[in-house]
């Protein structure tokens, strides 16, 4: 009875077991050619300004110096992307600071899984920043999926967004692809200081814990000094106050889910004399939410046109002279980013 119950129990383990088996495999295989990496790179930044003022009490002409302090980034990621064929590895290792438009196509070099996972945190020009990039990214011959989240907190930017898409191969060089794309954007139509007038505002300021002395100045919740009178404090002070209320306000509300189609394609021609890589993306139609902030209620519509797109193009005239061109291009919810670069080369013989 004994020897029958192990039987019996080692014959249920046996399609776990290979399960497992298979999970570590797939897992080891999607491991392979991926770089951990963390690094720290620092540098200048702005130089000391020397800033001038006249005392308002002694009318004493009095130097200030404002040092901004150096300017720093720690980074840490995994990466697996393979490269493109006009692509070249600029460092022997992986610091953080690798940026490729070309990540941000939605078709990749080889077929299927590719990811990237990077979080950076940075000080530039005296202000300290967050900045994320992750995405997933699986290309089949007939489908593609794809999950991003980017943050970058110098630019005051962050967005999600996942597409389902089934693509249709005109030619090696050149597809279509179409299907559902899902995004968060922020709240708008949201105004925390709509009907407000006159000393609310001091009230907000108030009640954030900013208070004010006998002898007329101003202070923050951690005691600093930020304005000596009411005039710098109604003009210079409270303005940054509110700024920072309605911040805190909109932060307290919860992202807005888009539901959108896609159309978009992918073009990618190489040779070692000329190469162009060209992808674009077009959401034209919309599904309401009816969420009291979204966008489609802020235009109240749900057919405005996002887009995304991208080029890379690049021309050796010959063996002196060569051409560059790259650049990629956002406008979502009536918001755009985007970079850019372009060149020549000349090389003398």
């Not at 004493?60 to 720690?74: A, C, H, K, Q, V």
């Not at 999600?160 to 179409?178: C, D, G, H, T, V």
């Not at 304005?227 to 404090?233: F, G, L, R, S």
Request: hydrophobic fraction near 35%; glycine fraction near 6%; aromatic fraction near 18%.
């Amino acid at each position: 009875m004994k020897k029958l119950l192990i039987t019996l129990i080692l014959f249920c383990c046996i399609p776990f077991l290979s399960q497992a088996q298979q999970l570590k495999d797939w897992g080891k295989k999607q491991l392979k050619f991926a770089t951990f990496y963390t690094a720290v790179t620092g540098n200048n930044s702005l130089a000391d300004v020397s800033v001038y003022s006249i005392n308002p009490y002694s009318g004493i002409l009095e130097e200030n110096i404002e040092s901004t302090p150096f300017d720093y980034t720690f980074a840490f990621g995994v990466r697996k992307i393979a490269r493109l064929d006009y692509e070249n590895r600029k460092n022997v290792f992986y610091d953080g600071t690798e940026t490729s438009v070309s990540d941000a196509a939605t078709v990749g070099n080889v077929e299927g899984l590719e990811y990237l996972f990077e979080f950076d945190y940075k000080r530039q020009q005296g202000r300290k920043f967050v900045d994320q990039q992750h995405f997933l990214r699986y290309v089949h011959d007939h489908w593609i999926l794809k999950v991003e989240y980017v943050q970058d907190g110098f630019a005051d930017l962050k967005y999600f967004e996942s597409s389902q898409r089934y693509r249709y191969n005109i030619a090696k060089e050149f597809s279509l692809n179409a299907g559902l794309v899902q995004r968060f954007s922020e709240p708008y139509g949201f105004d925390p200081l709509d009907g407000l007038v006159g000393a609310d505002f001091t009230n907000i300021a108030i009640d954030q814990g900013y208070t004010t002395n006998f002898e007329g100045e101003w202070v923050n919740p951690e005691g600093e000094i930020i304005a000596e009178n009411n005039i710098v404090w109604n003009a210079v002070a409270l303005p940054n106050v509110l700024n920072e209320y309605v911040e805190q306000e909109r932060e307290t509300l919860p992202n807005q889910w888009n539901y959108s189609l896609v159309i978009g394609y992918d073009y990618y021609h190489y040779t070692k004399t000329f190469w162009f890589h060209s992808w674009a993306s077009v959401l034209p139609l919309h599904v309401s939410t009816k969420n009291e902030y979204s966008y489609s209620n802020f235009i109240d519509g749900n057919t405005w046109f996002d887009y995304t797109g991208g080029l890379i193009l690049g021309w050796q005239v010959n063996k002196r002279l060569g051409l560059f061109s790259e650049g990629k291009y956002h406008k979502y919810w009536n918001r755009t980013w985007h970079d850019f670069s372009v060149g020549f080369n000349y090389r003398i013989i």
